[in-house]
């Protein structure tokens, strides 16, 4: 069993910043990815960004240069600090987790979400 626990949404004006957190815990394994996604009111839920083992990072067009994704290993958390917030960043942000089993096996794992406003 896995679990993610999100925390740092809120309510922001444009051009402010937050700081969004996810820590997992449970029956990890090795992780293979984590990031975050998130989804606008009547949207698709889209990447915002993502640390891939190795530290490879890829991000959502929408986000480049305002955005910046951090991966703590030994705590097994992702932090996505979001600057230059604009209205249309508002939406729910999940973080995604994925893990690889023993015998290469991937699994997706998703939190709750939290929700992020931005007022013009």
């Known amino acids: 069993q896995v679990h993610l626990v999100e925390s740092g949404g809120g309510l922001v004006q444009a051009g402010g910043s937050l700081k969004l957190s996810c820590e997992a815990s449970?029956?990890?394994?090795?992780?293979?990815?984590m990031g975050w996604y998130r989804q606008a009111p009547g949207k698709q839920r889209e990447l915002v960004a993502e640390?891939?083992?190795?530290?490879?990072?890829n991000s959502g067009a929408a986000v480049k240069g305002r955005f910046a994704i951090s991966r703590d290993d030994v705590r097994d958390t992702v932090s996505l600090t979001l600057s230059r917030l604009k209205p249309e960043d508002t939406g729910v942000y999940y973080c995604?987790?994925?893990?690889?089993?023993?015998?290469?096996?991937?699994?997706?794992?998703w939190g709750t979400g939290t929700l992020v406003t931005v007022s013009s």
């Open positions: 995604h987790l994925v893990t690889r089993s023993l015998r290469g096996d991937t699994r997706d794992y």
């Open positions: 449970g029956d990890i394994g090795s992780i293979d990815a």
């Open positions: 640390i891939a083992s190795g530290g490879r990072t």
